[in-house]
């Protein structure tokens, strides 16, 4: 995020041993742990990050990133009153031979060789009736590093310099990103100017579908398609009066490349009974510029802390969402305190988001199925409980619940579609350590 | 008397507005604690991200379930989670 005034004030540390003019290293560490409900995506996630703060205002920083992700995913298609099967590529190492695997009762099936492509195999899944589509071979690993280098730099109240790498199984994003900050007004007003740049490569398993190409077992000519960004922030901080901070943001950020999710289905269906004919790879618009308004104010009342920030969002895919997020820290004497925190989201849909298309219709310019393109609510409820056990040593516990509501009976749904609950949306829990140490 | 009624009014509008501009331009330069006021904003808890590695853990949870990303920081979320 974009440096603040109150990052000029002194960074938040007391005492003359630590904060500006001194050199001192600042650890911060997390694990979270986040599970959905019914099965769905579980994922273990711990990060670290290590700040170098030199006598001048420099800061060296670098952090790393793990995140462990497994469980079952909506695959994009329908629920439907019959039973239903999916096919994905498998690639098999040695003869093949059909067998049940273990993962959630996905079966590998022998393809006949194919130019190129010997010992071919596909891994069919069946959903049973009325049951919410959903691929239980999800499993995903990455690791992400980032550093970044900041110091004053002549009129300048601090220039900065940023980069960082990401790798997971089946994409990659390269990040790099830089900023200007300026004091104003007795260090009471923030200036800042930020721009973030990132390439990512998408190489799914199985390769690139075609957009709305059949559902289709065998391996794809195409493996890797690429996705640019750029985008900016500017920033303004104001120290209001001694005990009220605010931040306002302004964002843009534009998008270029493959955007389409590889894996994800739309399902075709009969235009009056609404049973599923067959299923397509889903297809996204190349481009997509977003904007967005945040605004964030911190209010010291003595024993607590209210933290209150409002977010506006639009984008060019027709996403308007609004986001709104309230915590109240509550000291318990010196070294202990709660926080509890709500925060509500809602969107509206892409313009191009379909529950699904029909065979009496001509294929769309872009479709997708996916429930994170649809219109919803989320809530989040979460509670804090943070103790110093020593004063530059903070060990905190939080945990939250998620839950998604959203419109699972449209009222143009057909036939058999009418009995089904078509919103994909999940509830999810999620738990939290957090570990800040602060040394010389 | 319409017209002195309108005129007057043009007036008052006038010089509310030049007040205003006044009072913020002058505001500019006094808004805001002086230095020896800021022992709250020294605090832990009344930096902007107090504790950004729980917050990159939030902002990642959503990004990954929810079509909006960036806002406090950049857009996009150097990753494929999305």
Not at chain 1, 72 to 88: E, I, K, L, M, R
Not at chain 1, 304 to 333: C, F, P
Request: hydrophobic share 35%.
């Amino acid at each position: 995020m974009p440096p603040t005034a109150a990052d000029a004030q002194g960074g938040g540390y007391e005492g003359g041993e630590f904060g500006p003019g001194t050199f001192y290293t600042e650890q911060s560490s997390a694990l979270l742990i986040y599970e959905e409900a019914g099965g769905r995506v579980m994922a273990i996630e711990p990060g670290a990050t290590l700040t170098a703060h030199g006598e001048y205002g420099e800061q060296l920083s670098f952090g790393l990133t793990i995140d462990a992700v497994s469980g079952a995913t909506p695959n994009g298609a329908v629920p439907a009153d019959q039973s239903q099967t999916f096919v994905t590529p498998l690639k098999i190492h040695g003869s093949c031979s059909t067998v049940t695997t273990a993962s959630g009762g996905s079966q590998v099936v022998c393809l006949p060789p194919t130019q190129g492509q010997l010992n071919s195999a596909e891994r069919v899944y069946k959903t049973p009736p009325n049951t919410l589509p959903v691929d239980k071979g999800f499993s995903d690993r990455r690791v992400g590093f980032a550093m970044s280098y900041a110091q004053p730099l002549g009129p300048l109240s601090e220039a900065g310099l940023g980069a960082g790498y990401s790798l997971e199984r089946d994409y990659q994003a390269i990040t790099a990103n830089g900023h200007i900050t300026q004091n104003f007004n007795a260090d009471d007003t923030t200036l800042s100017l930020s721009i973030n740049s990132e390439i990512d490569s998408s190489f799914p398993y199985g390769g690139i579908p075609a957009p709305f190409s059949q559902m289709d077992p065998h391996f794809k000519p195409v493996t890797a398609r690429q996705k640019t960004q750029l985008g900016f922030v500017v920033g303004w901080t104001e120290v209001v009066t001694r005990n009220w901070l605010m931040q306002l943001n302004y964002s843009f950020d534009s998008q270029s490349g493959y955007q389409t999710d590889p894996y994800r289905f739309i399902s075709v269906v009969d235009a009056v009974s609404g049973e599923p004919l067959n299923y397509l790879y889903e297809n996204r618009p190349g481009s997509r510029v977003s904007q967005s308004g945040f605004w964030e104010n911190k209010f010291d009342f003595g024993p607590t802390v209210t933290d209150l920030s409002l977010r506006y969002y639009k984008d060019s895919w027709g996403v308007v969402s609004k986001t709104a997020e309230l915590s109240e820290r509550i000291n318990l004497g010196q070294r202990s305190y709660i926080e509890p925190s709500a925060r509500w989201y809602e969107q509206s849909a892409a313009n191009f988001f379909r529950y699904y298309l029909t065979n009496a219709q001509a294929l769309p310019g872009f479709a997708s199925a996916d429930t994170r393109l649809n219109a919803f609510t989320s809530t989040t409820f979460g509670l804090k409980y943070g103790l110093r056990i020593t004063p530059r040593t903070e060990l905190d516990f939080s945990g939250g619940y998620y839950r998604q509501i959203g419109n699972g009976h449209p009222a143009d749904a057909i036939g058999q579609l009418k009995q089904q609950n078509l919103f994909a949306g999940t509830d999810a829990a999620f738990f939290l350590v957090g570990y800040n140490w602060d040394f010389h | 008397m319409h017209r002195f009624v309108a005129t007057r009014a043009k007036t008052l509008a006038r010089a509310i507005l030049a007040g205003a501009l006044t009072f913020t331009v002058a505001g500019c330069g006094t808004i805001g604690p002086d230095p020896w006021q800021k022992d709250l904003m020294a605090k832990r808890e009344m930096q902007p991200d107090p504790y950004p590695m729980e917050t990159a853990a939030a902002e990642h949870i959503y990004f990954s379930k929810e079509a909006s990303s960036g806002g406090r920081g950049f857009a996009g979320g150097g990753c494929g989670c999305n």
